[in-house]
């Protein structure tokens, strides 16, 4: 049996605020405010995740900026006052984004910038690991290259030790490569301790969740699928307008299957095992569905993972409140949040 991850059964991912985004004053002080935790917390989610780059809270020569983490601290307060339970992810880190556009190279290969990276987990444990009652840390998202596995491996293993030396009991997410595949599980390390938790990302299959995204290589802007095809439909739509893509159908397979949750319990079922057998909590930090596709299909999507991860008391936190392209705040969902929300 899956061993439960208490407190984050149900989330939403904040993107955009003080992550993946320009980094200023007017953008931490707008893009999220308290009223937008309040919203959260009244939609029933007990969490949420919040990614940070290392830009909020360092320069380029990795000195402190207090006004950064300030505006972490304030999430931590509002998390608080409101009931829910909190993610701290750090979503770039000065080497290394899964976002190459970013131009963070070279951490993988280079000790400074490990050590770096260390440090500031070091201070992240300092200053916020006495809310561990309501707040865990994950390490790094979206680790990209299979070829990194192992660095990474050693890298995670090592910043685990810093953190605990410092924070002995809170719970720390890790991810794997191909940007935290639930294939990538069964190759992370054995967990360091019990307060471990393996985390992966789900956006199968990514030619349904990522239709039309500019930044899918060989994704034309206009390509747009139903949730309703067979996955043999979806393969056939595709060679004939988007041939790039057909090497990222996700395992779907060439048959007369279709997205529904037994095809997400087939997907969730090795990761779980891993889980299991390693005896530790298993986590989807991110799962959605792009602004591109019909409220409709994105509804029908909800219901089908939500199935597998309810059957497998996977904890959860959907892609995102607000814009990032997958907002579920933004105006188009409106007719149908309401039933969205019973399935995140």
Known sequence: MLKEFKGYKK??????WLSQCNHTKERYETFITEKDIETVASWGADH????VDYDLVE????NYKEDGFAYIQRAVDW???YHLNMVLDLHKTFGYSFDFGENEVGFFDNEKYQERFYRLWEEFAKRYSKYEERLCFELLNEVTDKEFCDKWNEISLKCIERIRKIAPTVKILVGGYWNNSGDAVKDLAMPHDENIVYNFHNYDPLVFTHQGASWIPGMPADYRVSIDKTFKEMDAYTTEHAPELLGRFDNMGDSDDKIDGEFFKKRFAEPVKIAEERGVSLYCGEYGVIENAEPGDILKWYKAINEAFEYYGIGRATWSYKSMNF???????DAVREEILKYI
Do not use: F, T
Not at 48 to 51: G, N, S
Not at 59 to 62: A, T, V
Not at 327 to 333: E, K, S
């Open 11 to 16: 989330g939403i991912d904040l993107g955009g």
């Open 79 to 81: 998390c608080g006052k």
């Open 48 to 51: 949420v995740r919040i990614p």
């Open 59 to 62: 320069d380029k020569e990795g």
């Open 327 to 333: 907002g579920l705040a933004d105006a188009r969902l």
